[in-house]
Structure formats: structure tokens, C-alpha cells
């Protein structure tokens, strides 16, 4: 285990406040997804069909972006591409730049988040206004989202008062979640309409009609990508679909898995300015499309992980994420399609832990809407990680003899008496509760004490004895 | 029936029960035989591999599992104490072994044949457990690899049905990873500890007696933890149960 | 070469030589096929009714009226029912404001903080409650999204089973500007997950159902 991961993991489970707020959220949110896959009978069919439809705009990816850059273009949205996390953070700075954006919104975005947005307008002099209630609140925290679809869900009721009455003016009169929404809505509304710039992200994008396709519930994201002069775009190349009934198939499976509602309260579909006579909307509409690792991705053995669409189910469903929170995975993205995607992101040597820390339950892949097979991804991490020499020497020397004995019958019989004998030493009446090279095992539980005799010895020797 | 020969069973009773408890494979053997089946327990066996195969050493695993394979491909079918194990010769050989085209047809061909023992005796040879006795409450975890690469989950319960004076206890969240994941509780003791501890806790709420899984490795995680914190629930494997020998010590106990 | 050479030539590379386009679209379109299979069943045969049910479900209160001349009545109702003022920002399209609006003053004017808002939704979903709304000169987006109360007006006429049935509407060389589907108040679960109605945008939904030609 590398000592950032392990300090980081330490100090979450040192946090008791932490695990309540994870239990109270992933809680709420495996209930009400679990409800909601229990209503929707087509469940199965639904998924084996976004899954298809995902892997149909894989396998045709160049096709649909050039359709999308083509119909995008026709409605009047600049269609700008970037290759990396630099180039999508100097053409959106450079775009509020030019407009002498001096106040700019955003609406939640993953993707703004994974190419470093927040950094990229502070540095660049653009006062940033998080509009999301769980953007805002980690704005006034100054940390990053914990999870996916609730950034704030490490932060307990009371902890987001205790922000709220030194950022908010006047403070909130009471802690209870109703009165702090209410307070984040009057401080936000001014801003919504002062702004310059309305950043959002997008869950689709239609090739057929060259429009992005937002879904939310707090109704931020049009009033981020109303007001304002300029509305940017900034959504991954894999977030195509062929056309608006693609994406609503998407969407029944999204929001179940995402909350266990069955629409969001606001979809919202944005194709290109105002128009002559429009009553309100941006002068200016852009989209950065941006690669960022997912050319590579489907180029190599990761190319499932390309069908995500970010719902967080499998987070929710993680008994390692579960434990620990988002923070302690240290990328962008946490819980289990966390571990895939931040090695891609920030590289294997640094995020080895990632795909280690998992116990191959599988539940995250049972709850995938789109079929993503995340352990095995997982597994291919490890491969890689053993193949480039990344993994901790003593576990290389540990699993390269364990398998010098065990490719040998005979001495690993012998091995076994031998071993079995040693263990039995540590033991008392039943079971071992110290045992020096095990101290990870016996550090928190103990150990039963191992049989006098293994199996195979006992059943040759009945067998010897029939005869 | 005795016109049809008796299927031929290879038990592969995995490297955990071998070394530490024995007493699961003999109840393996005893149930299987009952079942109808001529059981026998090839000599070559060690481990299925899995420890590598999880660890990303492609290398010995596929070594192990070619080891494997040509141990026990001769049997009509091949039986295993464990849903993990199992799931790894499923699933883990063909996938291990799919470049290889001396091995990948006898690797799909072993992974056909292959089943986990509860799964096994309940769906393809129907049997049902008689004059099973044990009056005591259980409650039952179910194993992931088992559940979720096996689909093992009626089957167990279907079979512990038939155990007389066995009252089950149902375990809230029964399909929650108890947090053993193999060489991740030792890789990762602090998170291993937190998840398994929640487990204990949960196990403990029932009040049962007795917890029954399908896989040793889970059992030895719940079961320690659940010593350590000084709960007196007591540990079996569910076929030591069908087979009649929860009488005898649970796991962490000893013949007195 | 530029960063959409790269991404396209890095695409291609992997993938191969692509399909003509036209079977493609075949192949999408089968993709949807057969659709009632991958979808929920509406909770009433009847699309009004399987409309409010989802609706009320979600939060949104419906009153359904006979014909829009009984639109004025029923939004003076609610009015009086919240204790609001018999004060409306009404959206500026004809089938709105040629409605007989004695005893409500309508203002084609948004206040950044208005109390009420009524607009007219061009289609509704039955199977999710959902209203349809697109951008235009006879709709500001934000007379949806800045009140407290925002009600809207349905004709059952426009009702849509499904999701895909809008989408089959939907030119795709004339899509609006912004089309929104709005399916209940404005809420959120940003804190605890814990439901609070009313985050941003109105939280209070209020759909006005008219039955009948008028």
C-alpha cells in the first residue's frame, strides 16, 4: 500500500462523523434504487439495451462525432476538441477570457472536474460560482466531490450548517436540510443572473440533432445557461448517442440507478444561441469535446469502461467506498469506476492501490445499468500493475513462492505438515490470536488454529486403511 | 436408477479446508457419496490458483490452473467446498487460458463440468437431505463469488430447509461482502477490519446461533472477528451442517 | 495537427475502416427495436389519468379543468389557496393571454424573485408525469425556472404516452434552441440524500389539466 492511500484511508476511517454521512447517503441511495429497479419490470431488457446502444456508439465513435460537430455546428454552437486536461482547460479559460468574463457559473460537472475547470478560472483571475447546492458547498469548504452524483455526501447536515453560517448572510435560522436549501437559493439567485459565462457539462450528446442533453434536479443548470452571454459545454467524446430516443433509453436506466427517481426533475436538451426572436439565451454557444485518455481506452482492454454514464450505483454498492469514502481514492473519480478510470487519468504508479483495494465482490457489477464487468476491469489493472513491476516486492516474492510450492503436489504436502505443524504452535484452544507474518489478519480477528492434520493426509491414510 | 452408473466426481476440496479444516471435505465426500456419486480426490490437487489470478500473476495462475485441469478433466464432474474456487475454474481458466489452443477447449470443457457442492447436489443431482437433525437458529452469508459468478443462492437454503428443528434467521445484508476478498484482508487490514466489523455486527443482531456460508476463507474472516469481539455464534460450513456434523466443534473450536 | 485530427486519426486506428453511414442508422435504429419491451408500462390505461398519477407522484398537484376558459378560475383557485397575490407572470403566447384574466393581473415580466409563474407546456408524458417545454419568442426559459410557484397548463390533447413519442415529434434538423422536460418541483438530495423540494428553481408544480376542444 503507497503511503498516500494508506494515511488517506486511515484518516477516513478514523472519522466517525465520515461514516455516518457515508451510511446516511449510500444508505438512502441503495434503498430507493433498489425500489426503483423493483418497479420497473424491464429493468433487465433496459439495460442489455443501453448497454447495446453504448457499444454501438463505440464501435462507431468517429462516425457520431463528426455527425455531432456537423448538426452542433448547422444550430450556431463552435464546436472546439481537445486532446487532454490542458488543452480543454486553455480553450474554455481562453473563451471567458476573450468574452472579459469576470463572474462565471457552473452547473456540476464530472468532466469539468476531471479536467481541473476550478483550478484553470481561479488562476486565470474568473471568480467561479459553483451553482449545484453540493458544488457550493465544497466551494465553501475548499475540497473536492466525494462522490459522483452527491460531491458533498461526506459532509453531515450539520457540518454543511456550520459552512453556511459563516458564508451566508444572513446565516441560515436552523440546521435541518430544508431552511439551508432555502438559504443557498436566495445567496445563489443573484449571482445566476449576473454571471457571464455559464459552464455545464452533458450526459448525451445527439449526433442526429447536435444537441447536449442535461439532466438535474435543482433546476441550477438553466438558470447557469440562460442568463448569461456565453454557455461552454464540456463533455467526454464517449457521452454520444445516435439520436434523442437513444438517449431517453439511457435516461430510464441513469436516473434509477443514479437516484432511484425515474426522471430528474429538469432534462434538458441545448442546441446551439439565442435565435432570432428568442425571448432569452446565450449570444454564444460552445462544446469542448474532449478525449483525455478515452482514445486510449478503446484502443486497449479497458474499452467497457467507455459505456459508463456515471451514475455512481456502483460506488453506492461498494463495501470498500462504503468505508472509506471518495477523498480517500485520491482522483477524481471514487468507488469502483473510480479505480478503473484513475489509473487512465494519473497513471498506474501513482493509483496501484486503486484497483488492489477491492475484495472482487462483484456487486458493483450486478448494479452497473450498462454491464460494465468493473472487477474484471479491476483485475486488468493488476495484471498490468504486476506485468510493469509496480506491485510491492514482498507480494511478488510472497505469491512467486507460494506457487513454486503449490505447482509441486508432493512438496506442498510436505510443506503443508510442516506449516501446519509451526501453526499450531501460535495456537490455544482453537484459535490463534498473534501470529507474527499474519499480523494483518491478526491485528483485528483472530485465527482459527489449523488441523493437526490437513485433509489429504487424513484421507490417504482412511484410504490405506479400507485397503 | 441403478441402471444408470454412478457419475464420477472429482473433489477438489481447496487449499483452505485441506490446511485447516479438514472436517469440510470430509463432509463433502460423506454428502456426495449419499448423493449417488463415486467420489474420488485426486492426489495433484493444491491450489485453484486464485491467490495469482487476483494478484494480476497471470503466469502462475494459468500454471496452476493447466495443473488442474489435467488432474481432474477426466471426471464426469468436478465438486468444490467453495464458490470462490470454483468460480475461478469456471470462469478464471477460460479467461486464463484463452491464447493457449492446446488448453482453451479443455479448459471450457472442465469449466462445464465443474460445480460448487451445494449447487451441485441440489440442481443436478436433486438431492434431499434426510434425517438431518439440529435444533439451533442459523443465519446464512451469502459468499460473492458463490452468489454472484455461480448464481449459488436458492440452493443452499433449499437444502437447509430440509434440516429438521433448523430454524434460519435471515441476515440484513446477507449479499454484503463480508470483506475477506482473499489477499485483500491482508493487503488492506484497516478497510478489511471496518467492512468485516459491520458484518460481525450484523451476524451478532440476528441472535442466531449458529452462521452457515459456502466458503471457508469468508467463514474464517467472520469467524475470527466474531471471536475476537467474544460473540459466541458458532461457525460452520453449510455442507458440515447437511452432512450431520454440526454436532462436532465449530470452526475455532476443539474436540475436547 | 489538431487536437480533432488526433482524436479522430486515434479513433480510426483502433476501430478500422467504418460502415457507410446508412448502415449505421439502420443498425441504431434496431437498437430501439422492439421498444415496449426495454420500457415501463403506464401505470392507467387512460393517458390523463396515467399522467396524474406519475405527476402526483412526484410532487406536482394537478387540477383538471374543462376546456381553457376554466384555466383563469383554476389558477386563481391556486392563487388564493397559497395566499398568494391574484398577480401572474404569464407566459406571452396567444392561447395564454387570450383567455378572459378577470380578477388576475398577468405581466409578460419576470421579477428575479417572482412569486408565481404560468406558462403552457406543449406536450406532457404520461409515462413519467414529465411537461415538455421548448424555447422560443413566445417562451422565456427562465419564466419556468425563477418563481416560487410555477403552473402549468396541459390540454389532455397533447399527451404523449411515452418518452419516445416526443421524440419522434422532434424534427431533427429543427429542434428548438432548449427543450426541457420538466417532471415535478425543483428538489434536491444533496445533503444526507434527504429530499428538500424547492432547491433553485419553483417548488411548488402546479399543472392546470384541460380536458376537452376549447
Known sequence: MTARFKDRVAAALADPVLKLAIDRTTGNAERKRAAAVADFPQFGAARARGQAIKDHVIAHLDHYLEMFERNATARGTQVHWAADDAEARAIVTNICLAANARRVTRSKSMLGEEIGLPHALADAGIERVETDLAEHIIQLAGEHPSHIIWPAMHRTREQVAELFKTAHQPPPAAEDPATMVQSARRVLREKFLSADVGISGANFLIADTGATCTVTNEGNAELTTTPPRIHIVTAGIEKLVPSTAHAFALLRLLVRSATGGEMTQYTTFHAGPRRTGDADGPEEMHIVLVDNGRTKMLANEFRDMLRCIRCGACMNHCVVYRQIGGHAYGGTYPGPMGSVLTPVLDGLAISRDLPNACTMNGRCAEVCPVGIPLPTLLRAWRRRSWREGLEPAPVRAGIGLWAQFARRPRLYRLATRLGLRVLRLFGRSGWISRLPLARGWTDYRDMPRPAAKSFMDQYRAEQRARK | MSAQPKPRVGLFVTCLVDAIRPQIGFAALELLEKAGCEVEVPQVQTCCGQPALNSGNDRNAALLARQTIAAFEGYDYVVLPSGSCAATMVHGYPELLADDPDWTGRARAMAAKTHEITSFLHDVLGYVPQGVRLEASATYHDSCSGLRDLGVAEQPRALLSHVEGLNMRGLPGNDVCCGFGGTFCVKYPDISNAIVTEKAEAIEGTGADILLAGDLGCLMNMAGKLHRRGARTRCFHTIEVLAGRAGGPAIGEEAS | MTARDRILSA????????????????????????????????????????????????????????????????????????????????????????????????????????????????????????????????????????????????????????????????????????????????????????????????????????????
Open chain 3, 11 to 214: 479513433i480510426r486506428a483502433t476501430l478500422g475502416p467504418g460502415k457507410p453511414a446508412n448502415e449505421i442508422a439502420v443498425e441504431a435504429a434496431l437498437l430501439l427495436e422492439p421498444v415496449d419491451t426495454a420500457r415501463p408500462a403506464l401505470v392507467a390505461p387512460a393517458l390523463p389519468d396515467a399522467f396524474a398519477q406519475k405527476a402526483a407522484a412526484i410532487g406536482t398537484t394537478i387540477d383538471r379543468v374543462s376546456g381553457m376558459a376554466g384555466v383563469p378560475q383554476a389558477a386563481a383557485r391556486y392563487l388564493k389557496a397559497h395566499g398568494l397575490p391574484p398577480r401572474l407572470a404569464m407566459q406571452p403566447t396567444p392561447e395564454l393571454s387570450a383567455l378572459d384574466w378577470a380578477g388576475i393581473t398577468p405581466s409578460p415580466q419576470i421579477a428575479p424573485d417572482e412569486p408565481a409563474a404560468l406558462g403552457l407546456a406543449l406536450w406532457g408524458i404520461a409515462e413519467s408525469g414529465s411537461l415538455v417545454i421548448h424555447s422560443g419568442p413566445g417562451n422565456p426559459i427562465l419564466m419556468s425556472f425563477l418563481p416560487l410557484h410555477h403552473i402549468v397548463v396541459l390540454r389532455e390533447a397533447t399527451l404523449l404516452p411515452y418518452l419516445e413519442d416526443y421524440a419522434a415529434r422532434l424534427s431533427p434538423q429543427q429542434v428548438p434552441r432548449n427543450a426541457i422536460l420538466i417532471t415535478g418541483p425543483s428538489g434536491t438530495t444533496d445533503i444526507e440524500g434527504s429530499y428538500v423540494r424547492g432547491a433553485h428553481g419553483p417548488g411548488f408544480l402546479h399543472v392546470i389539466l384541460v380536458s376537452g376542444a376549447g
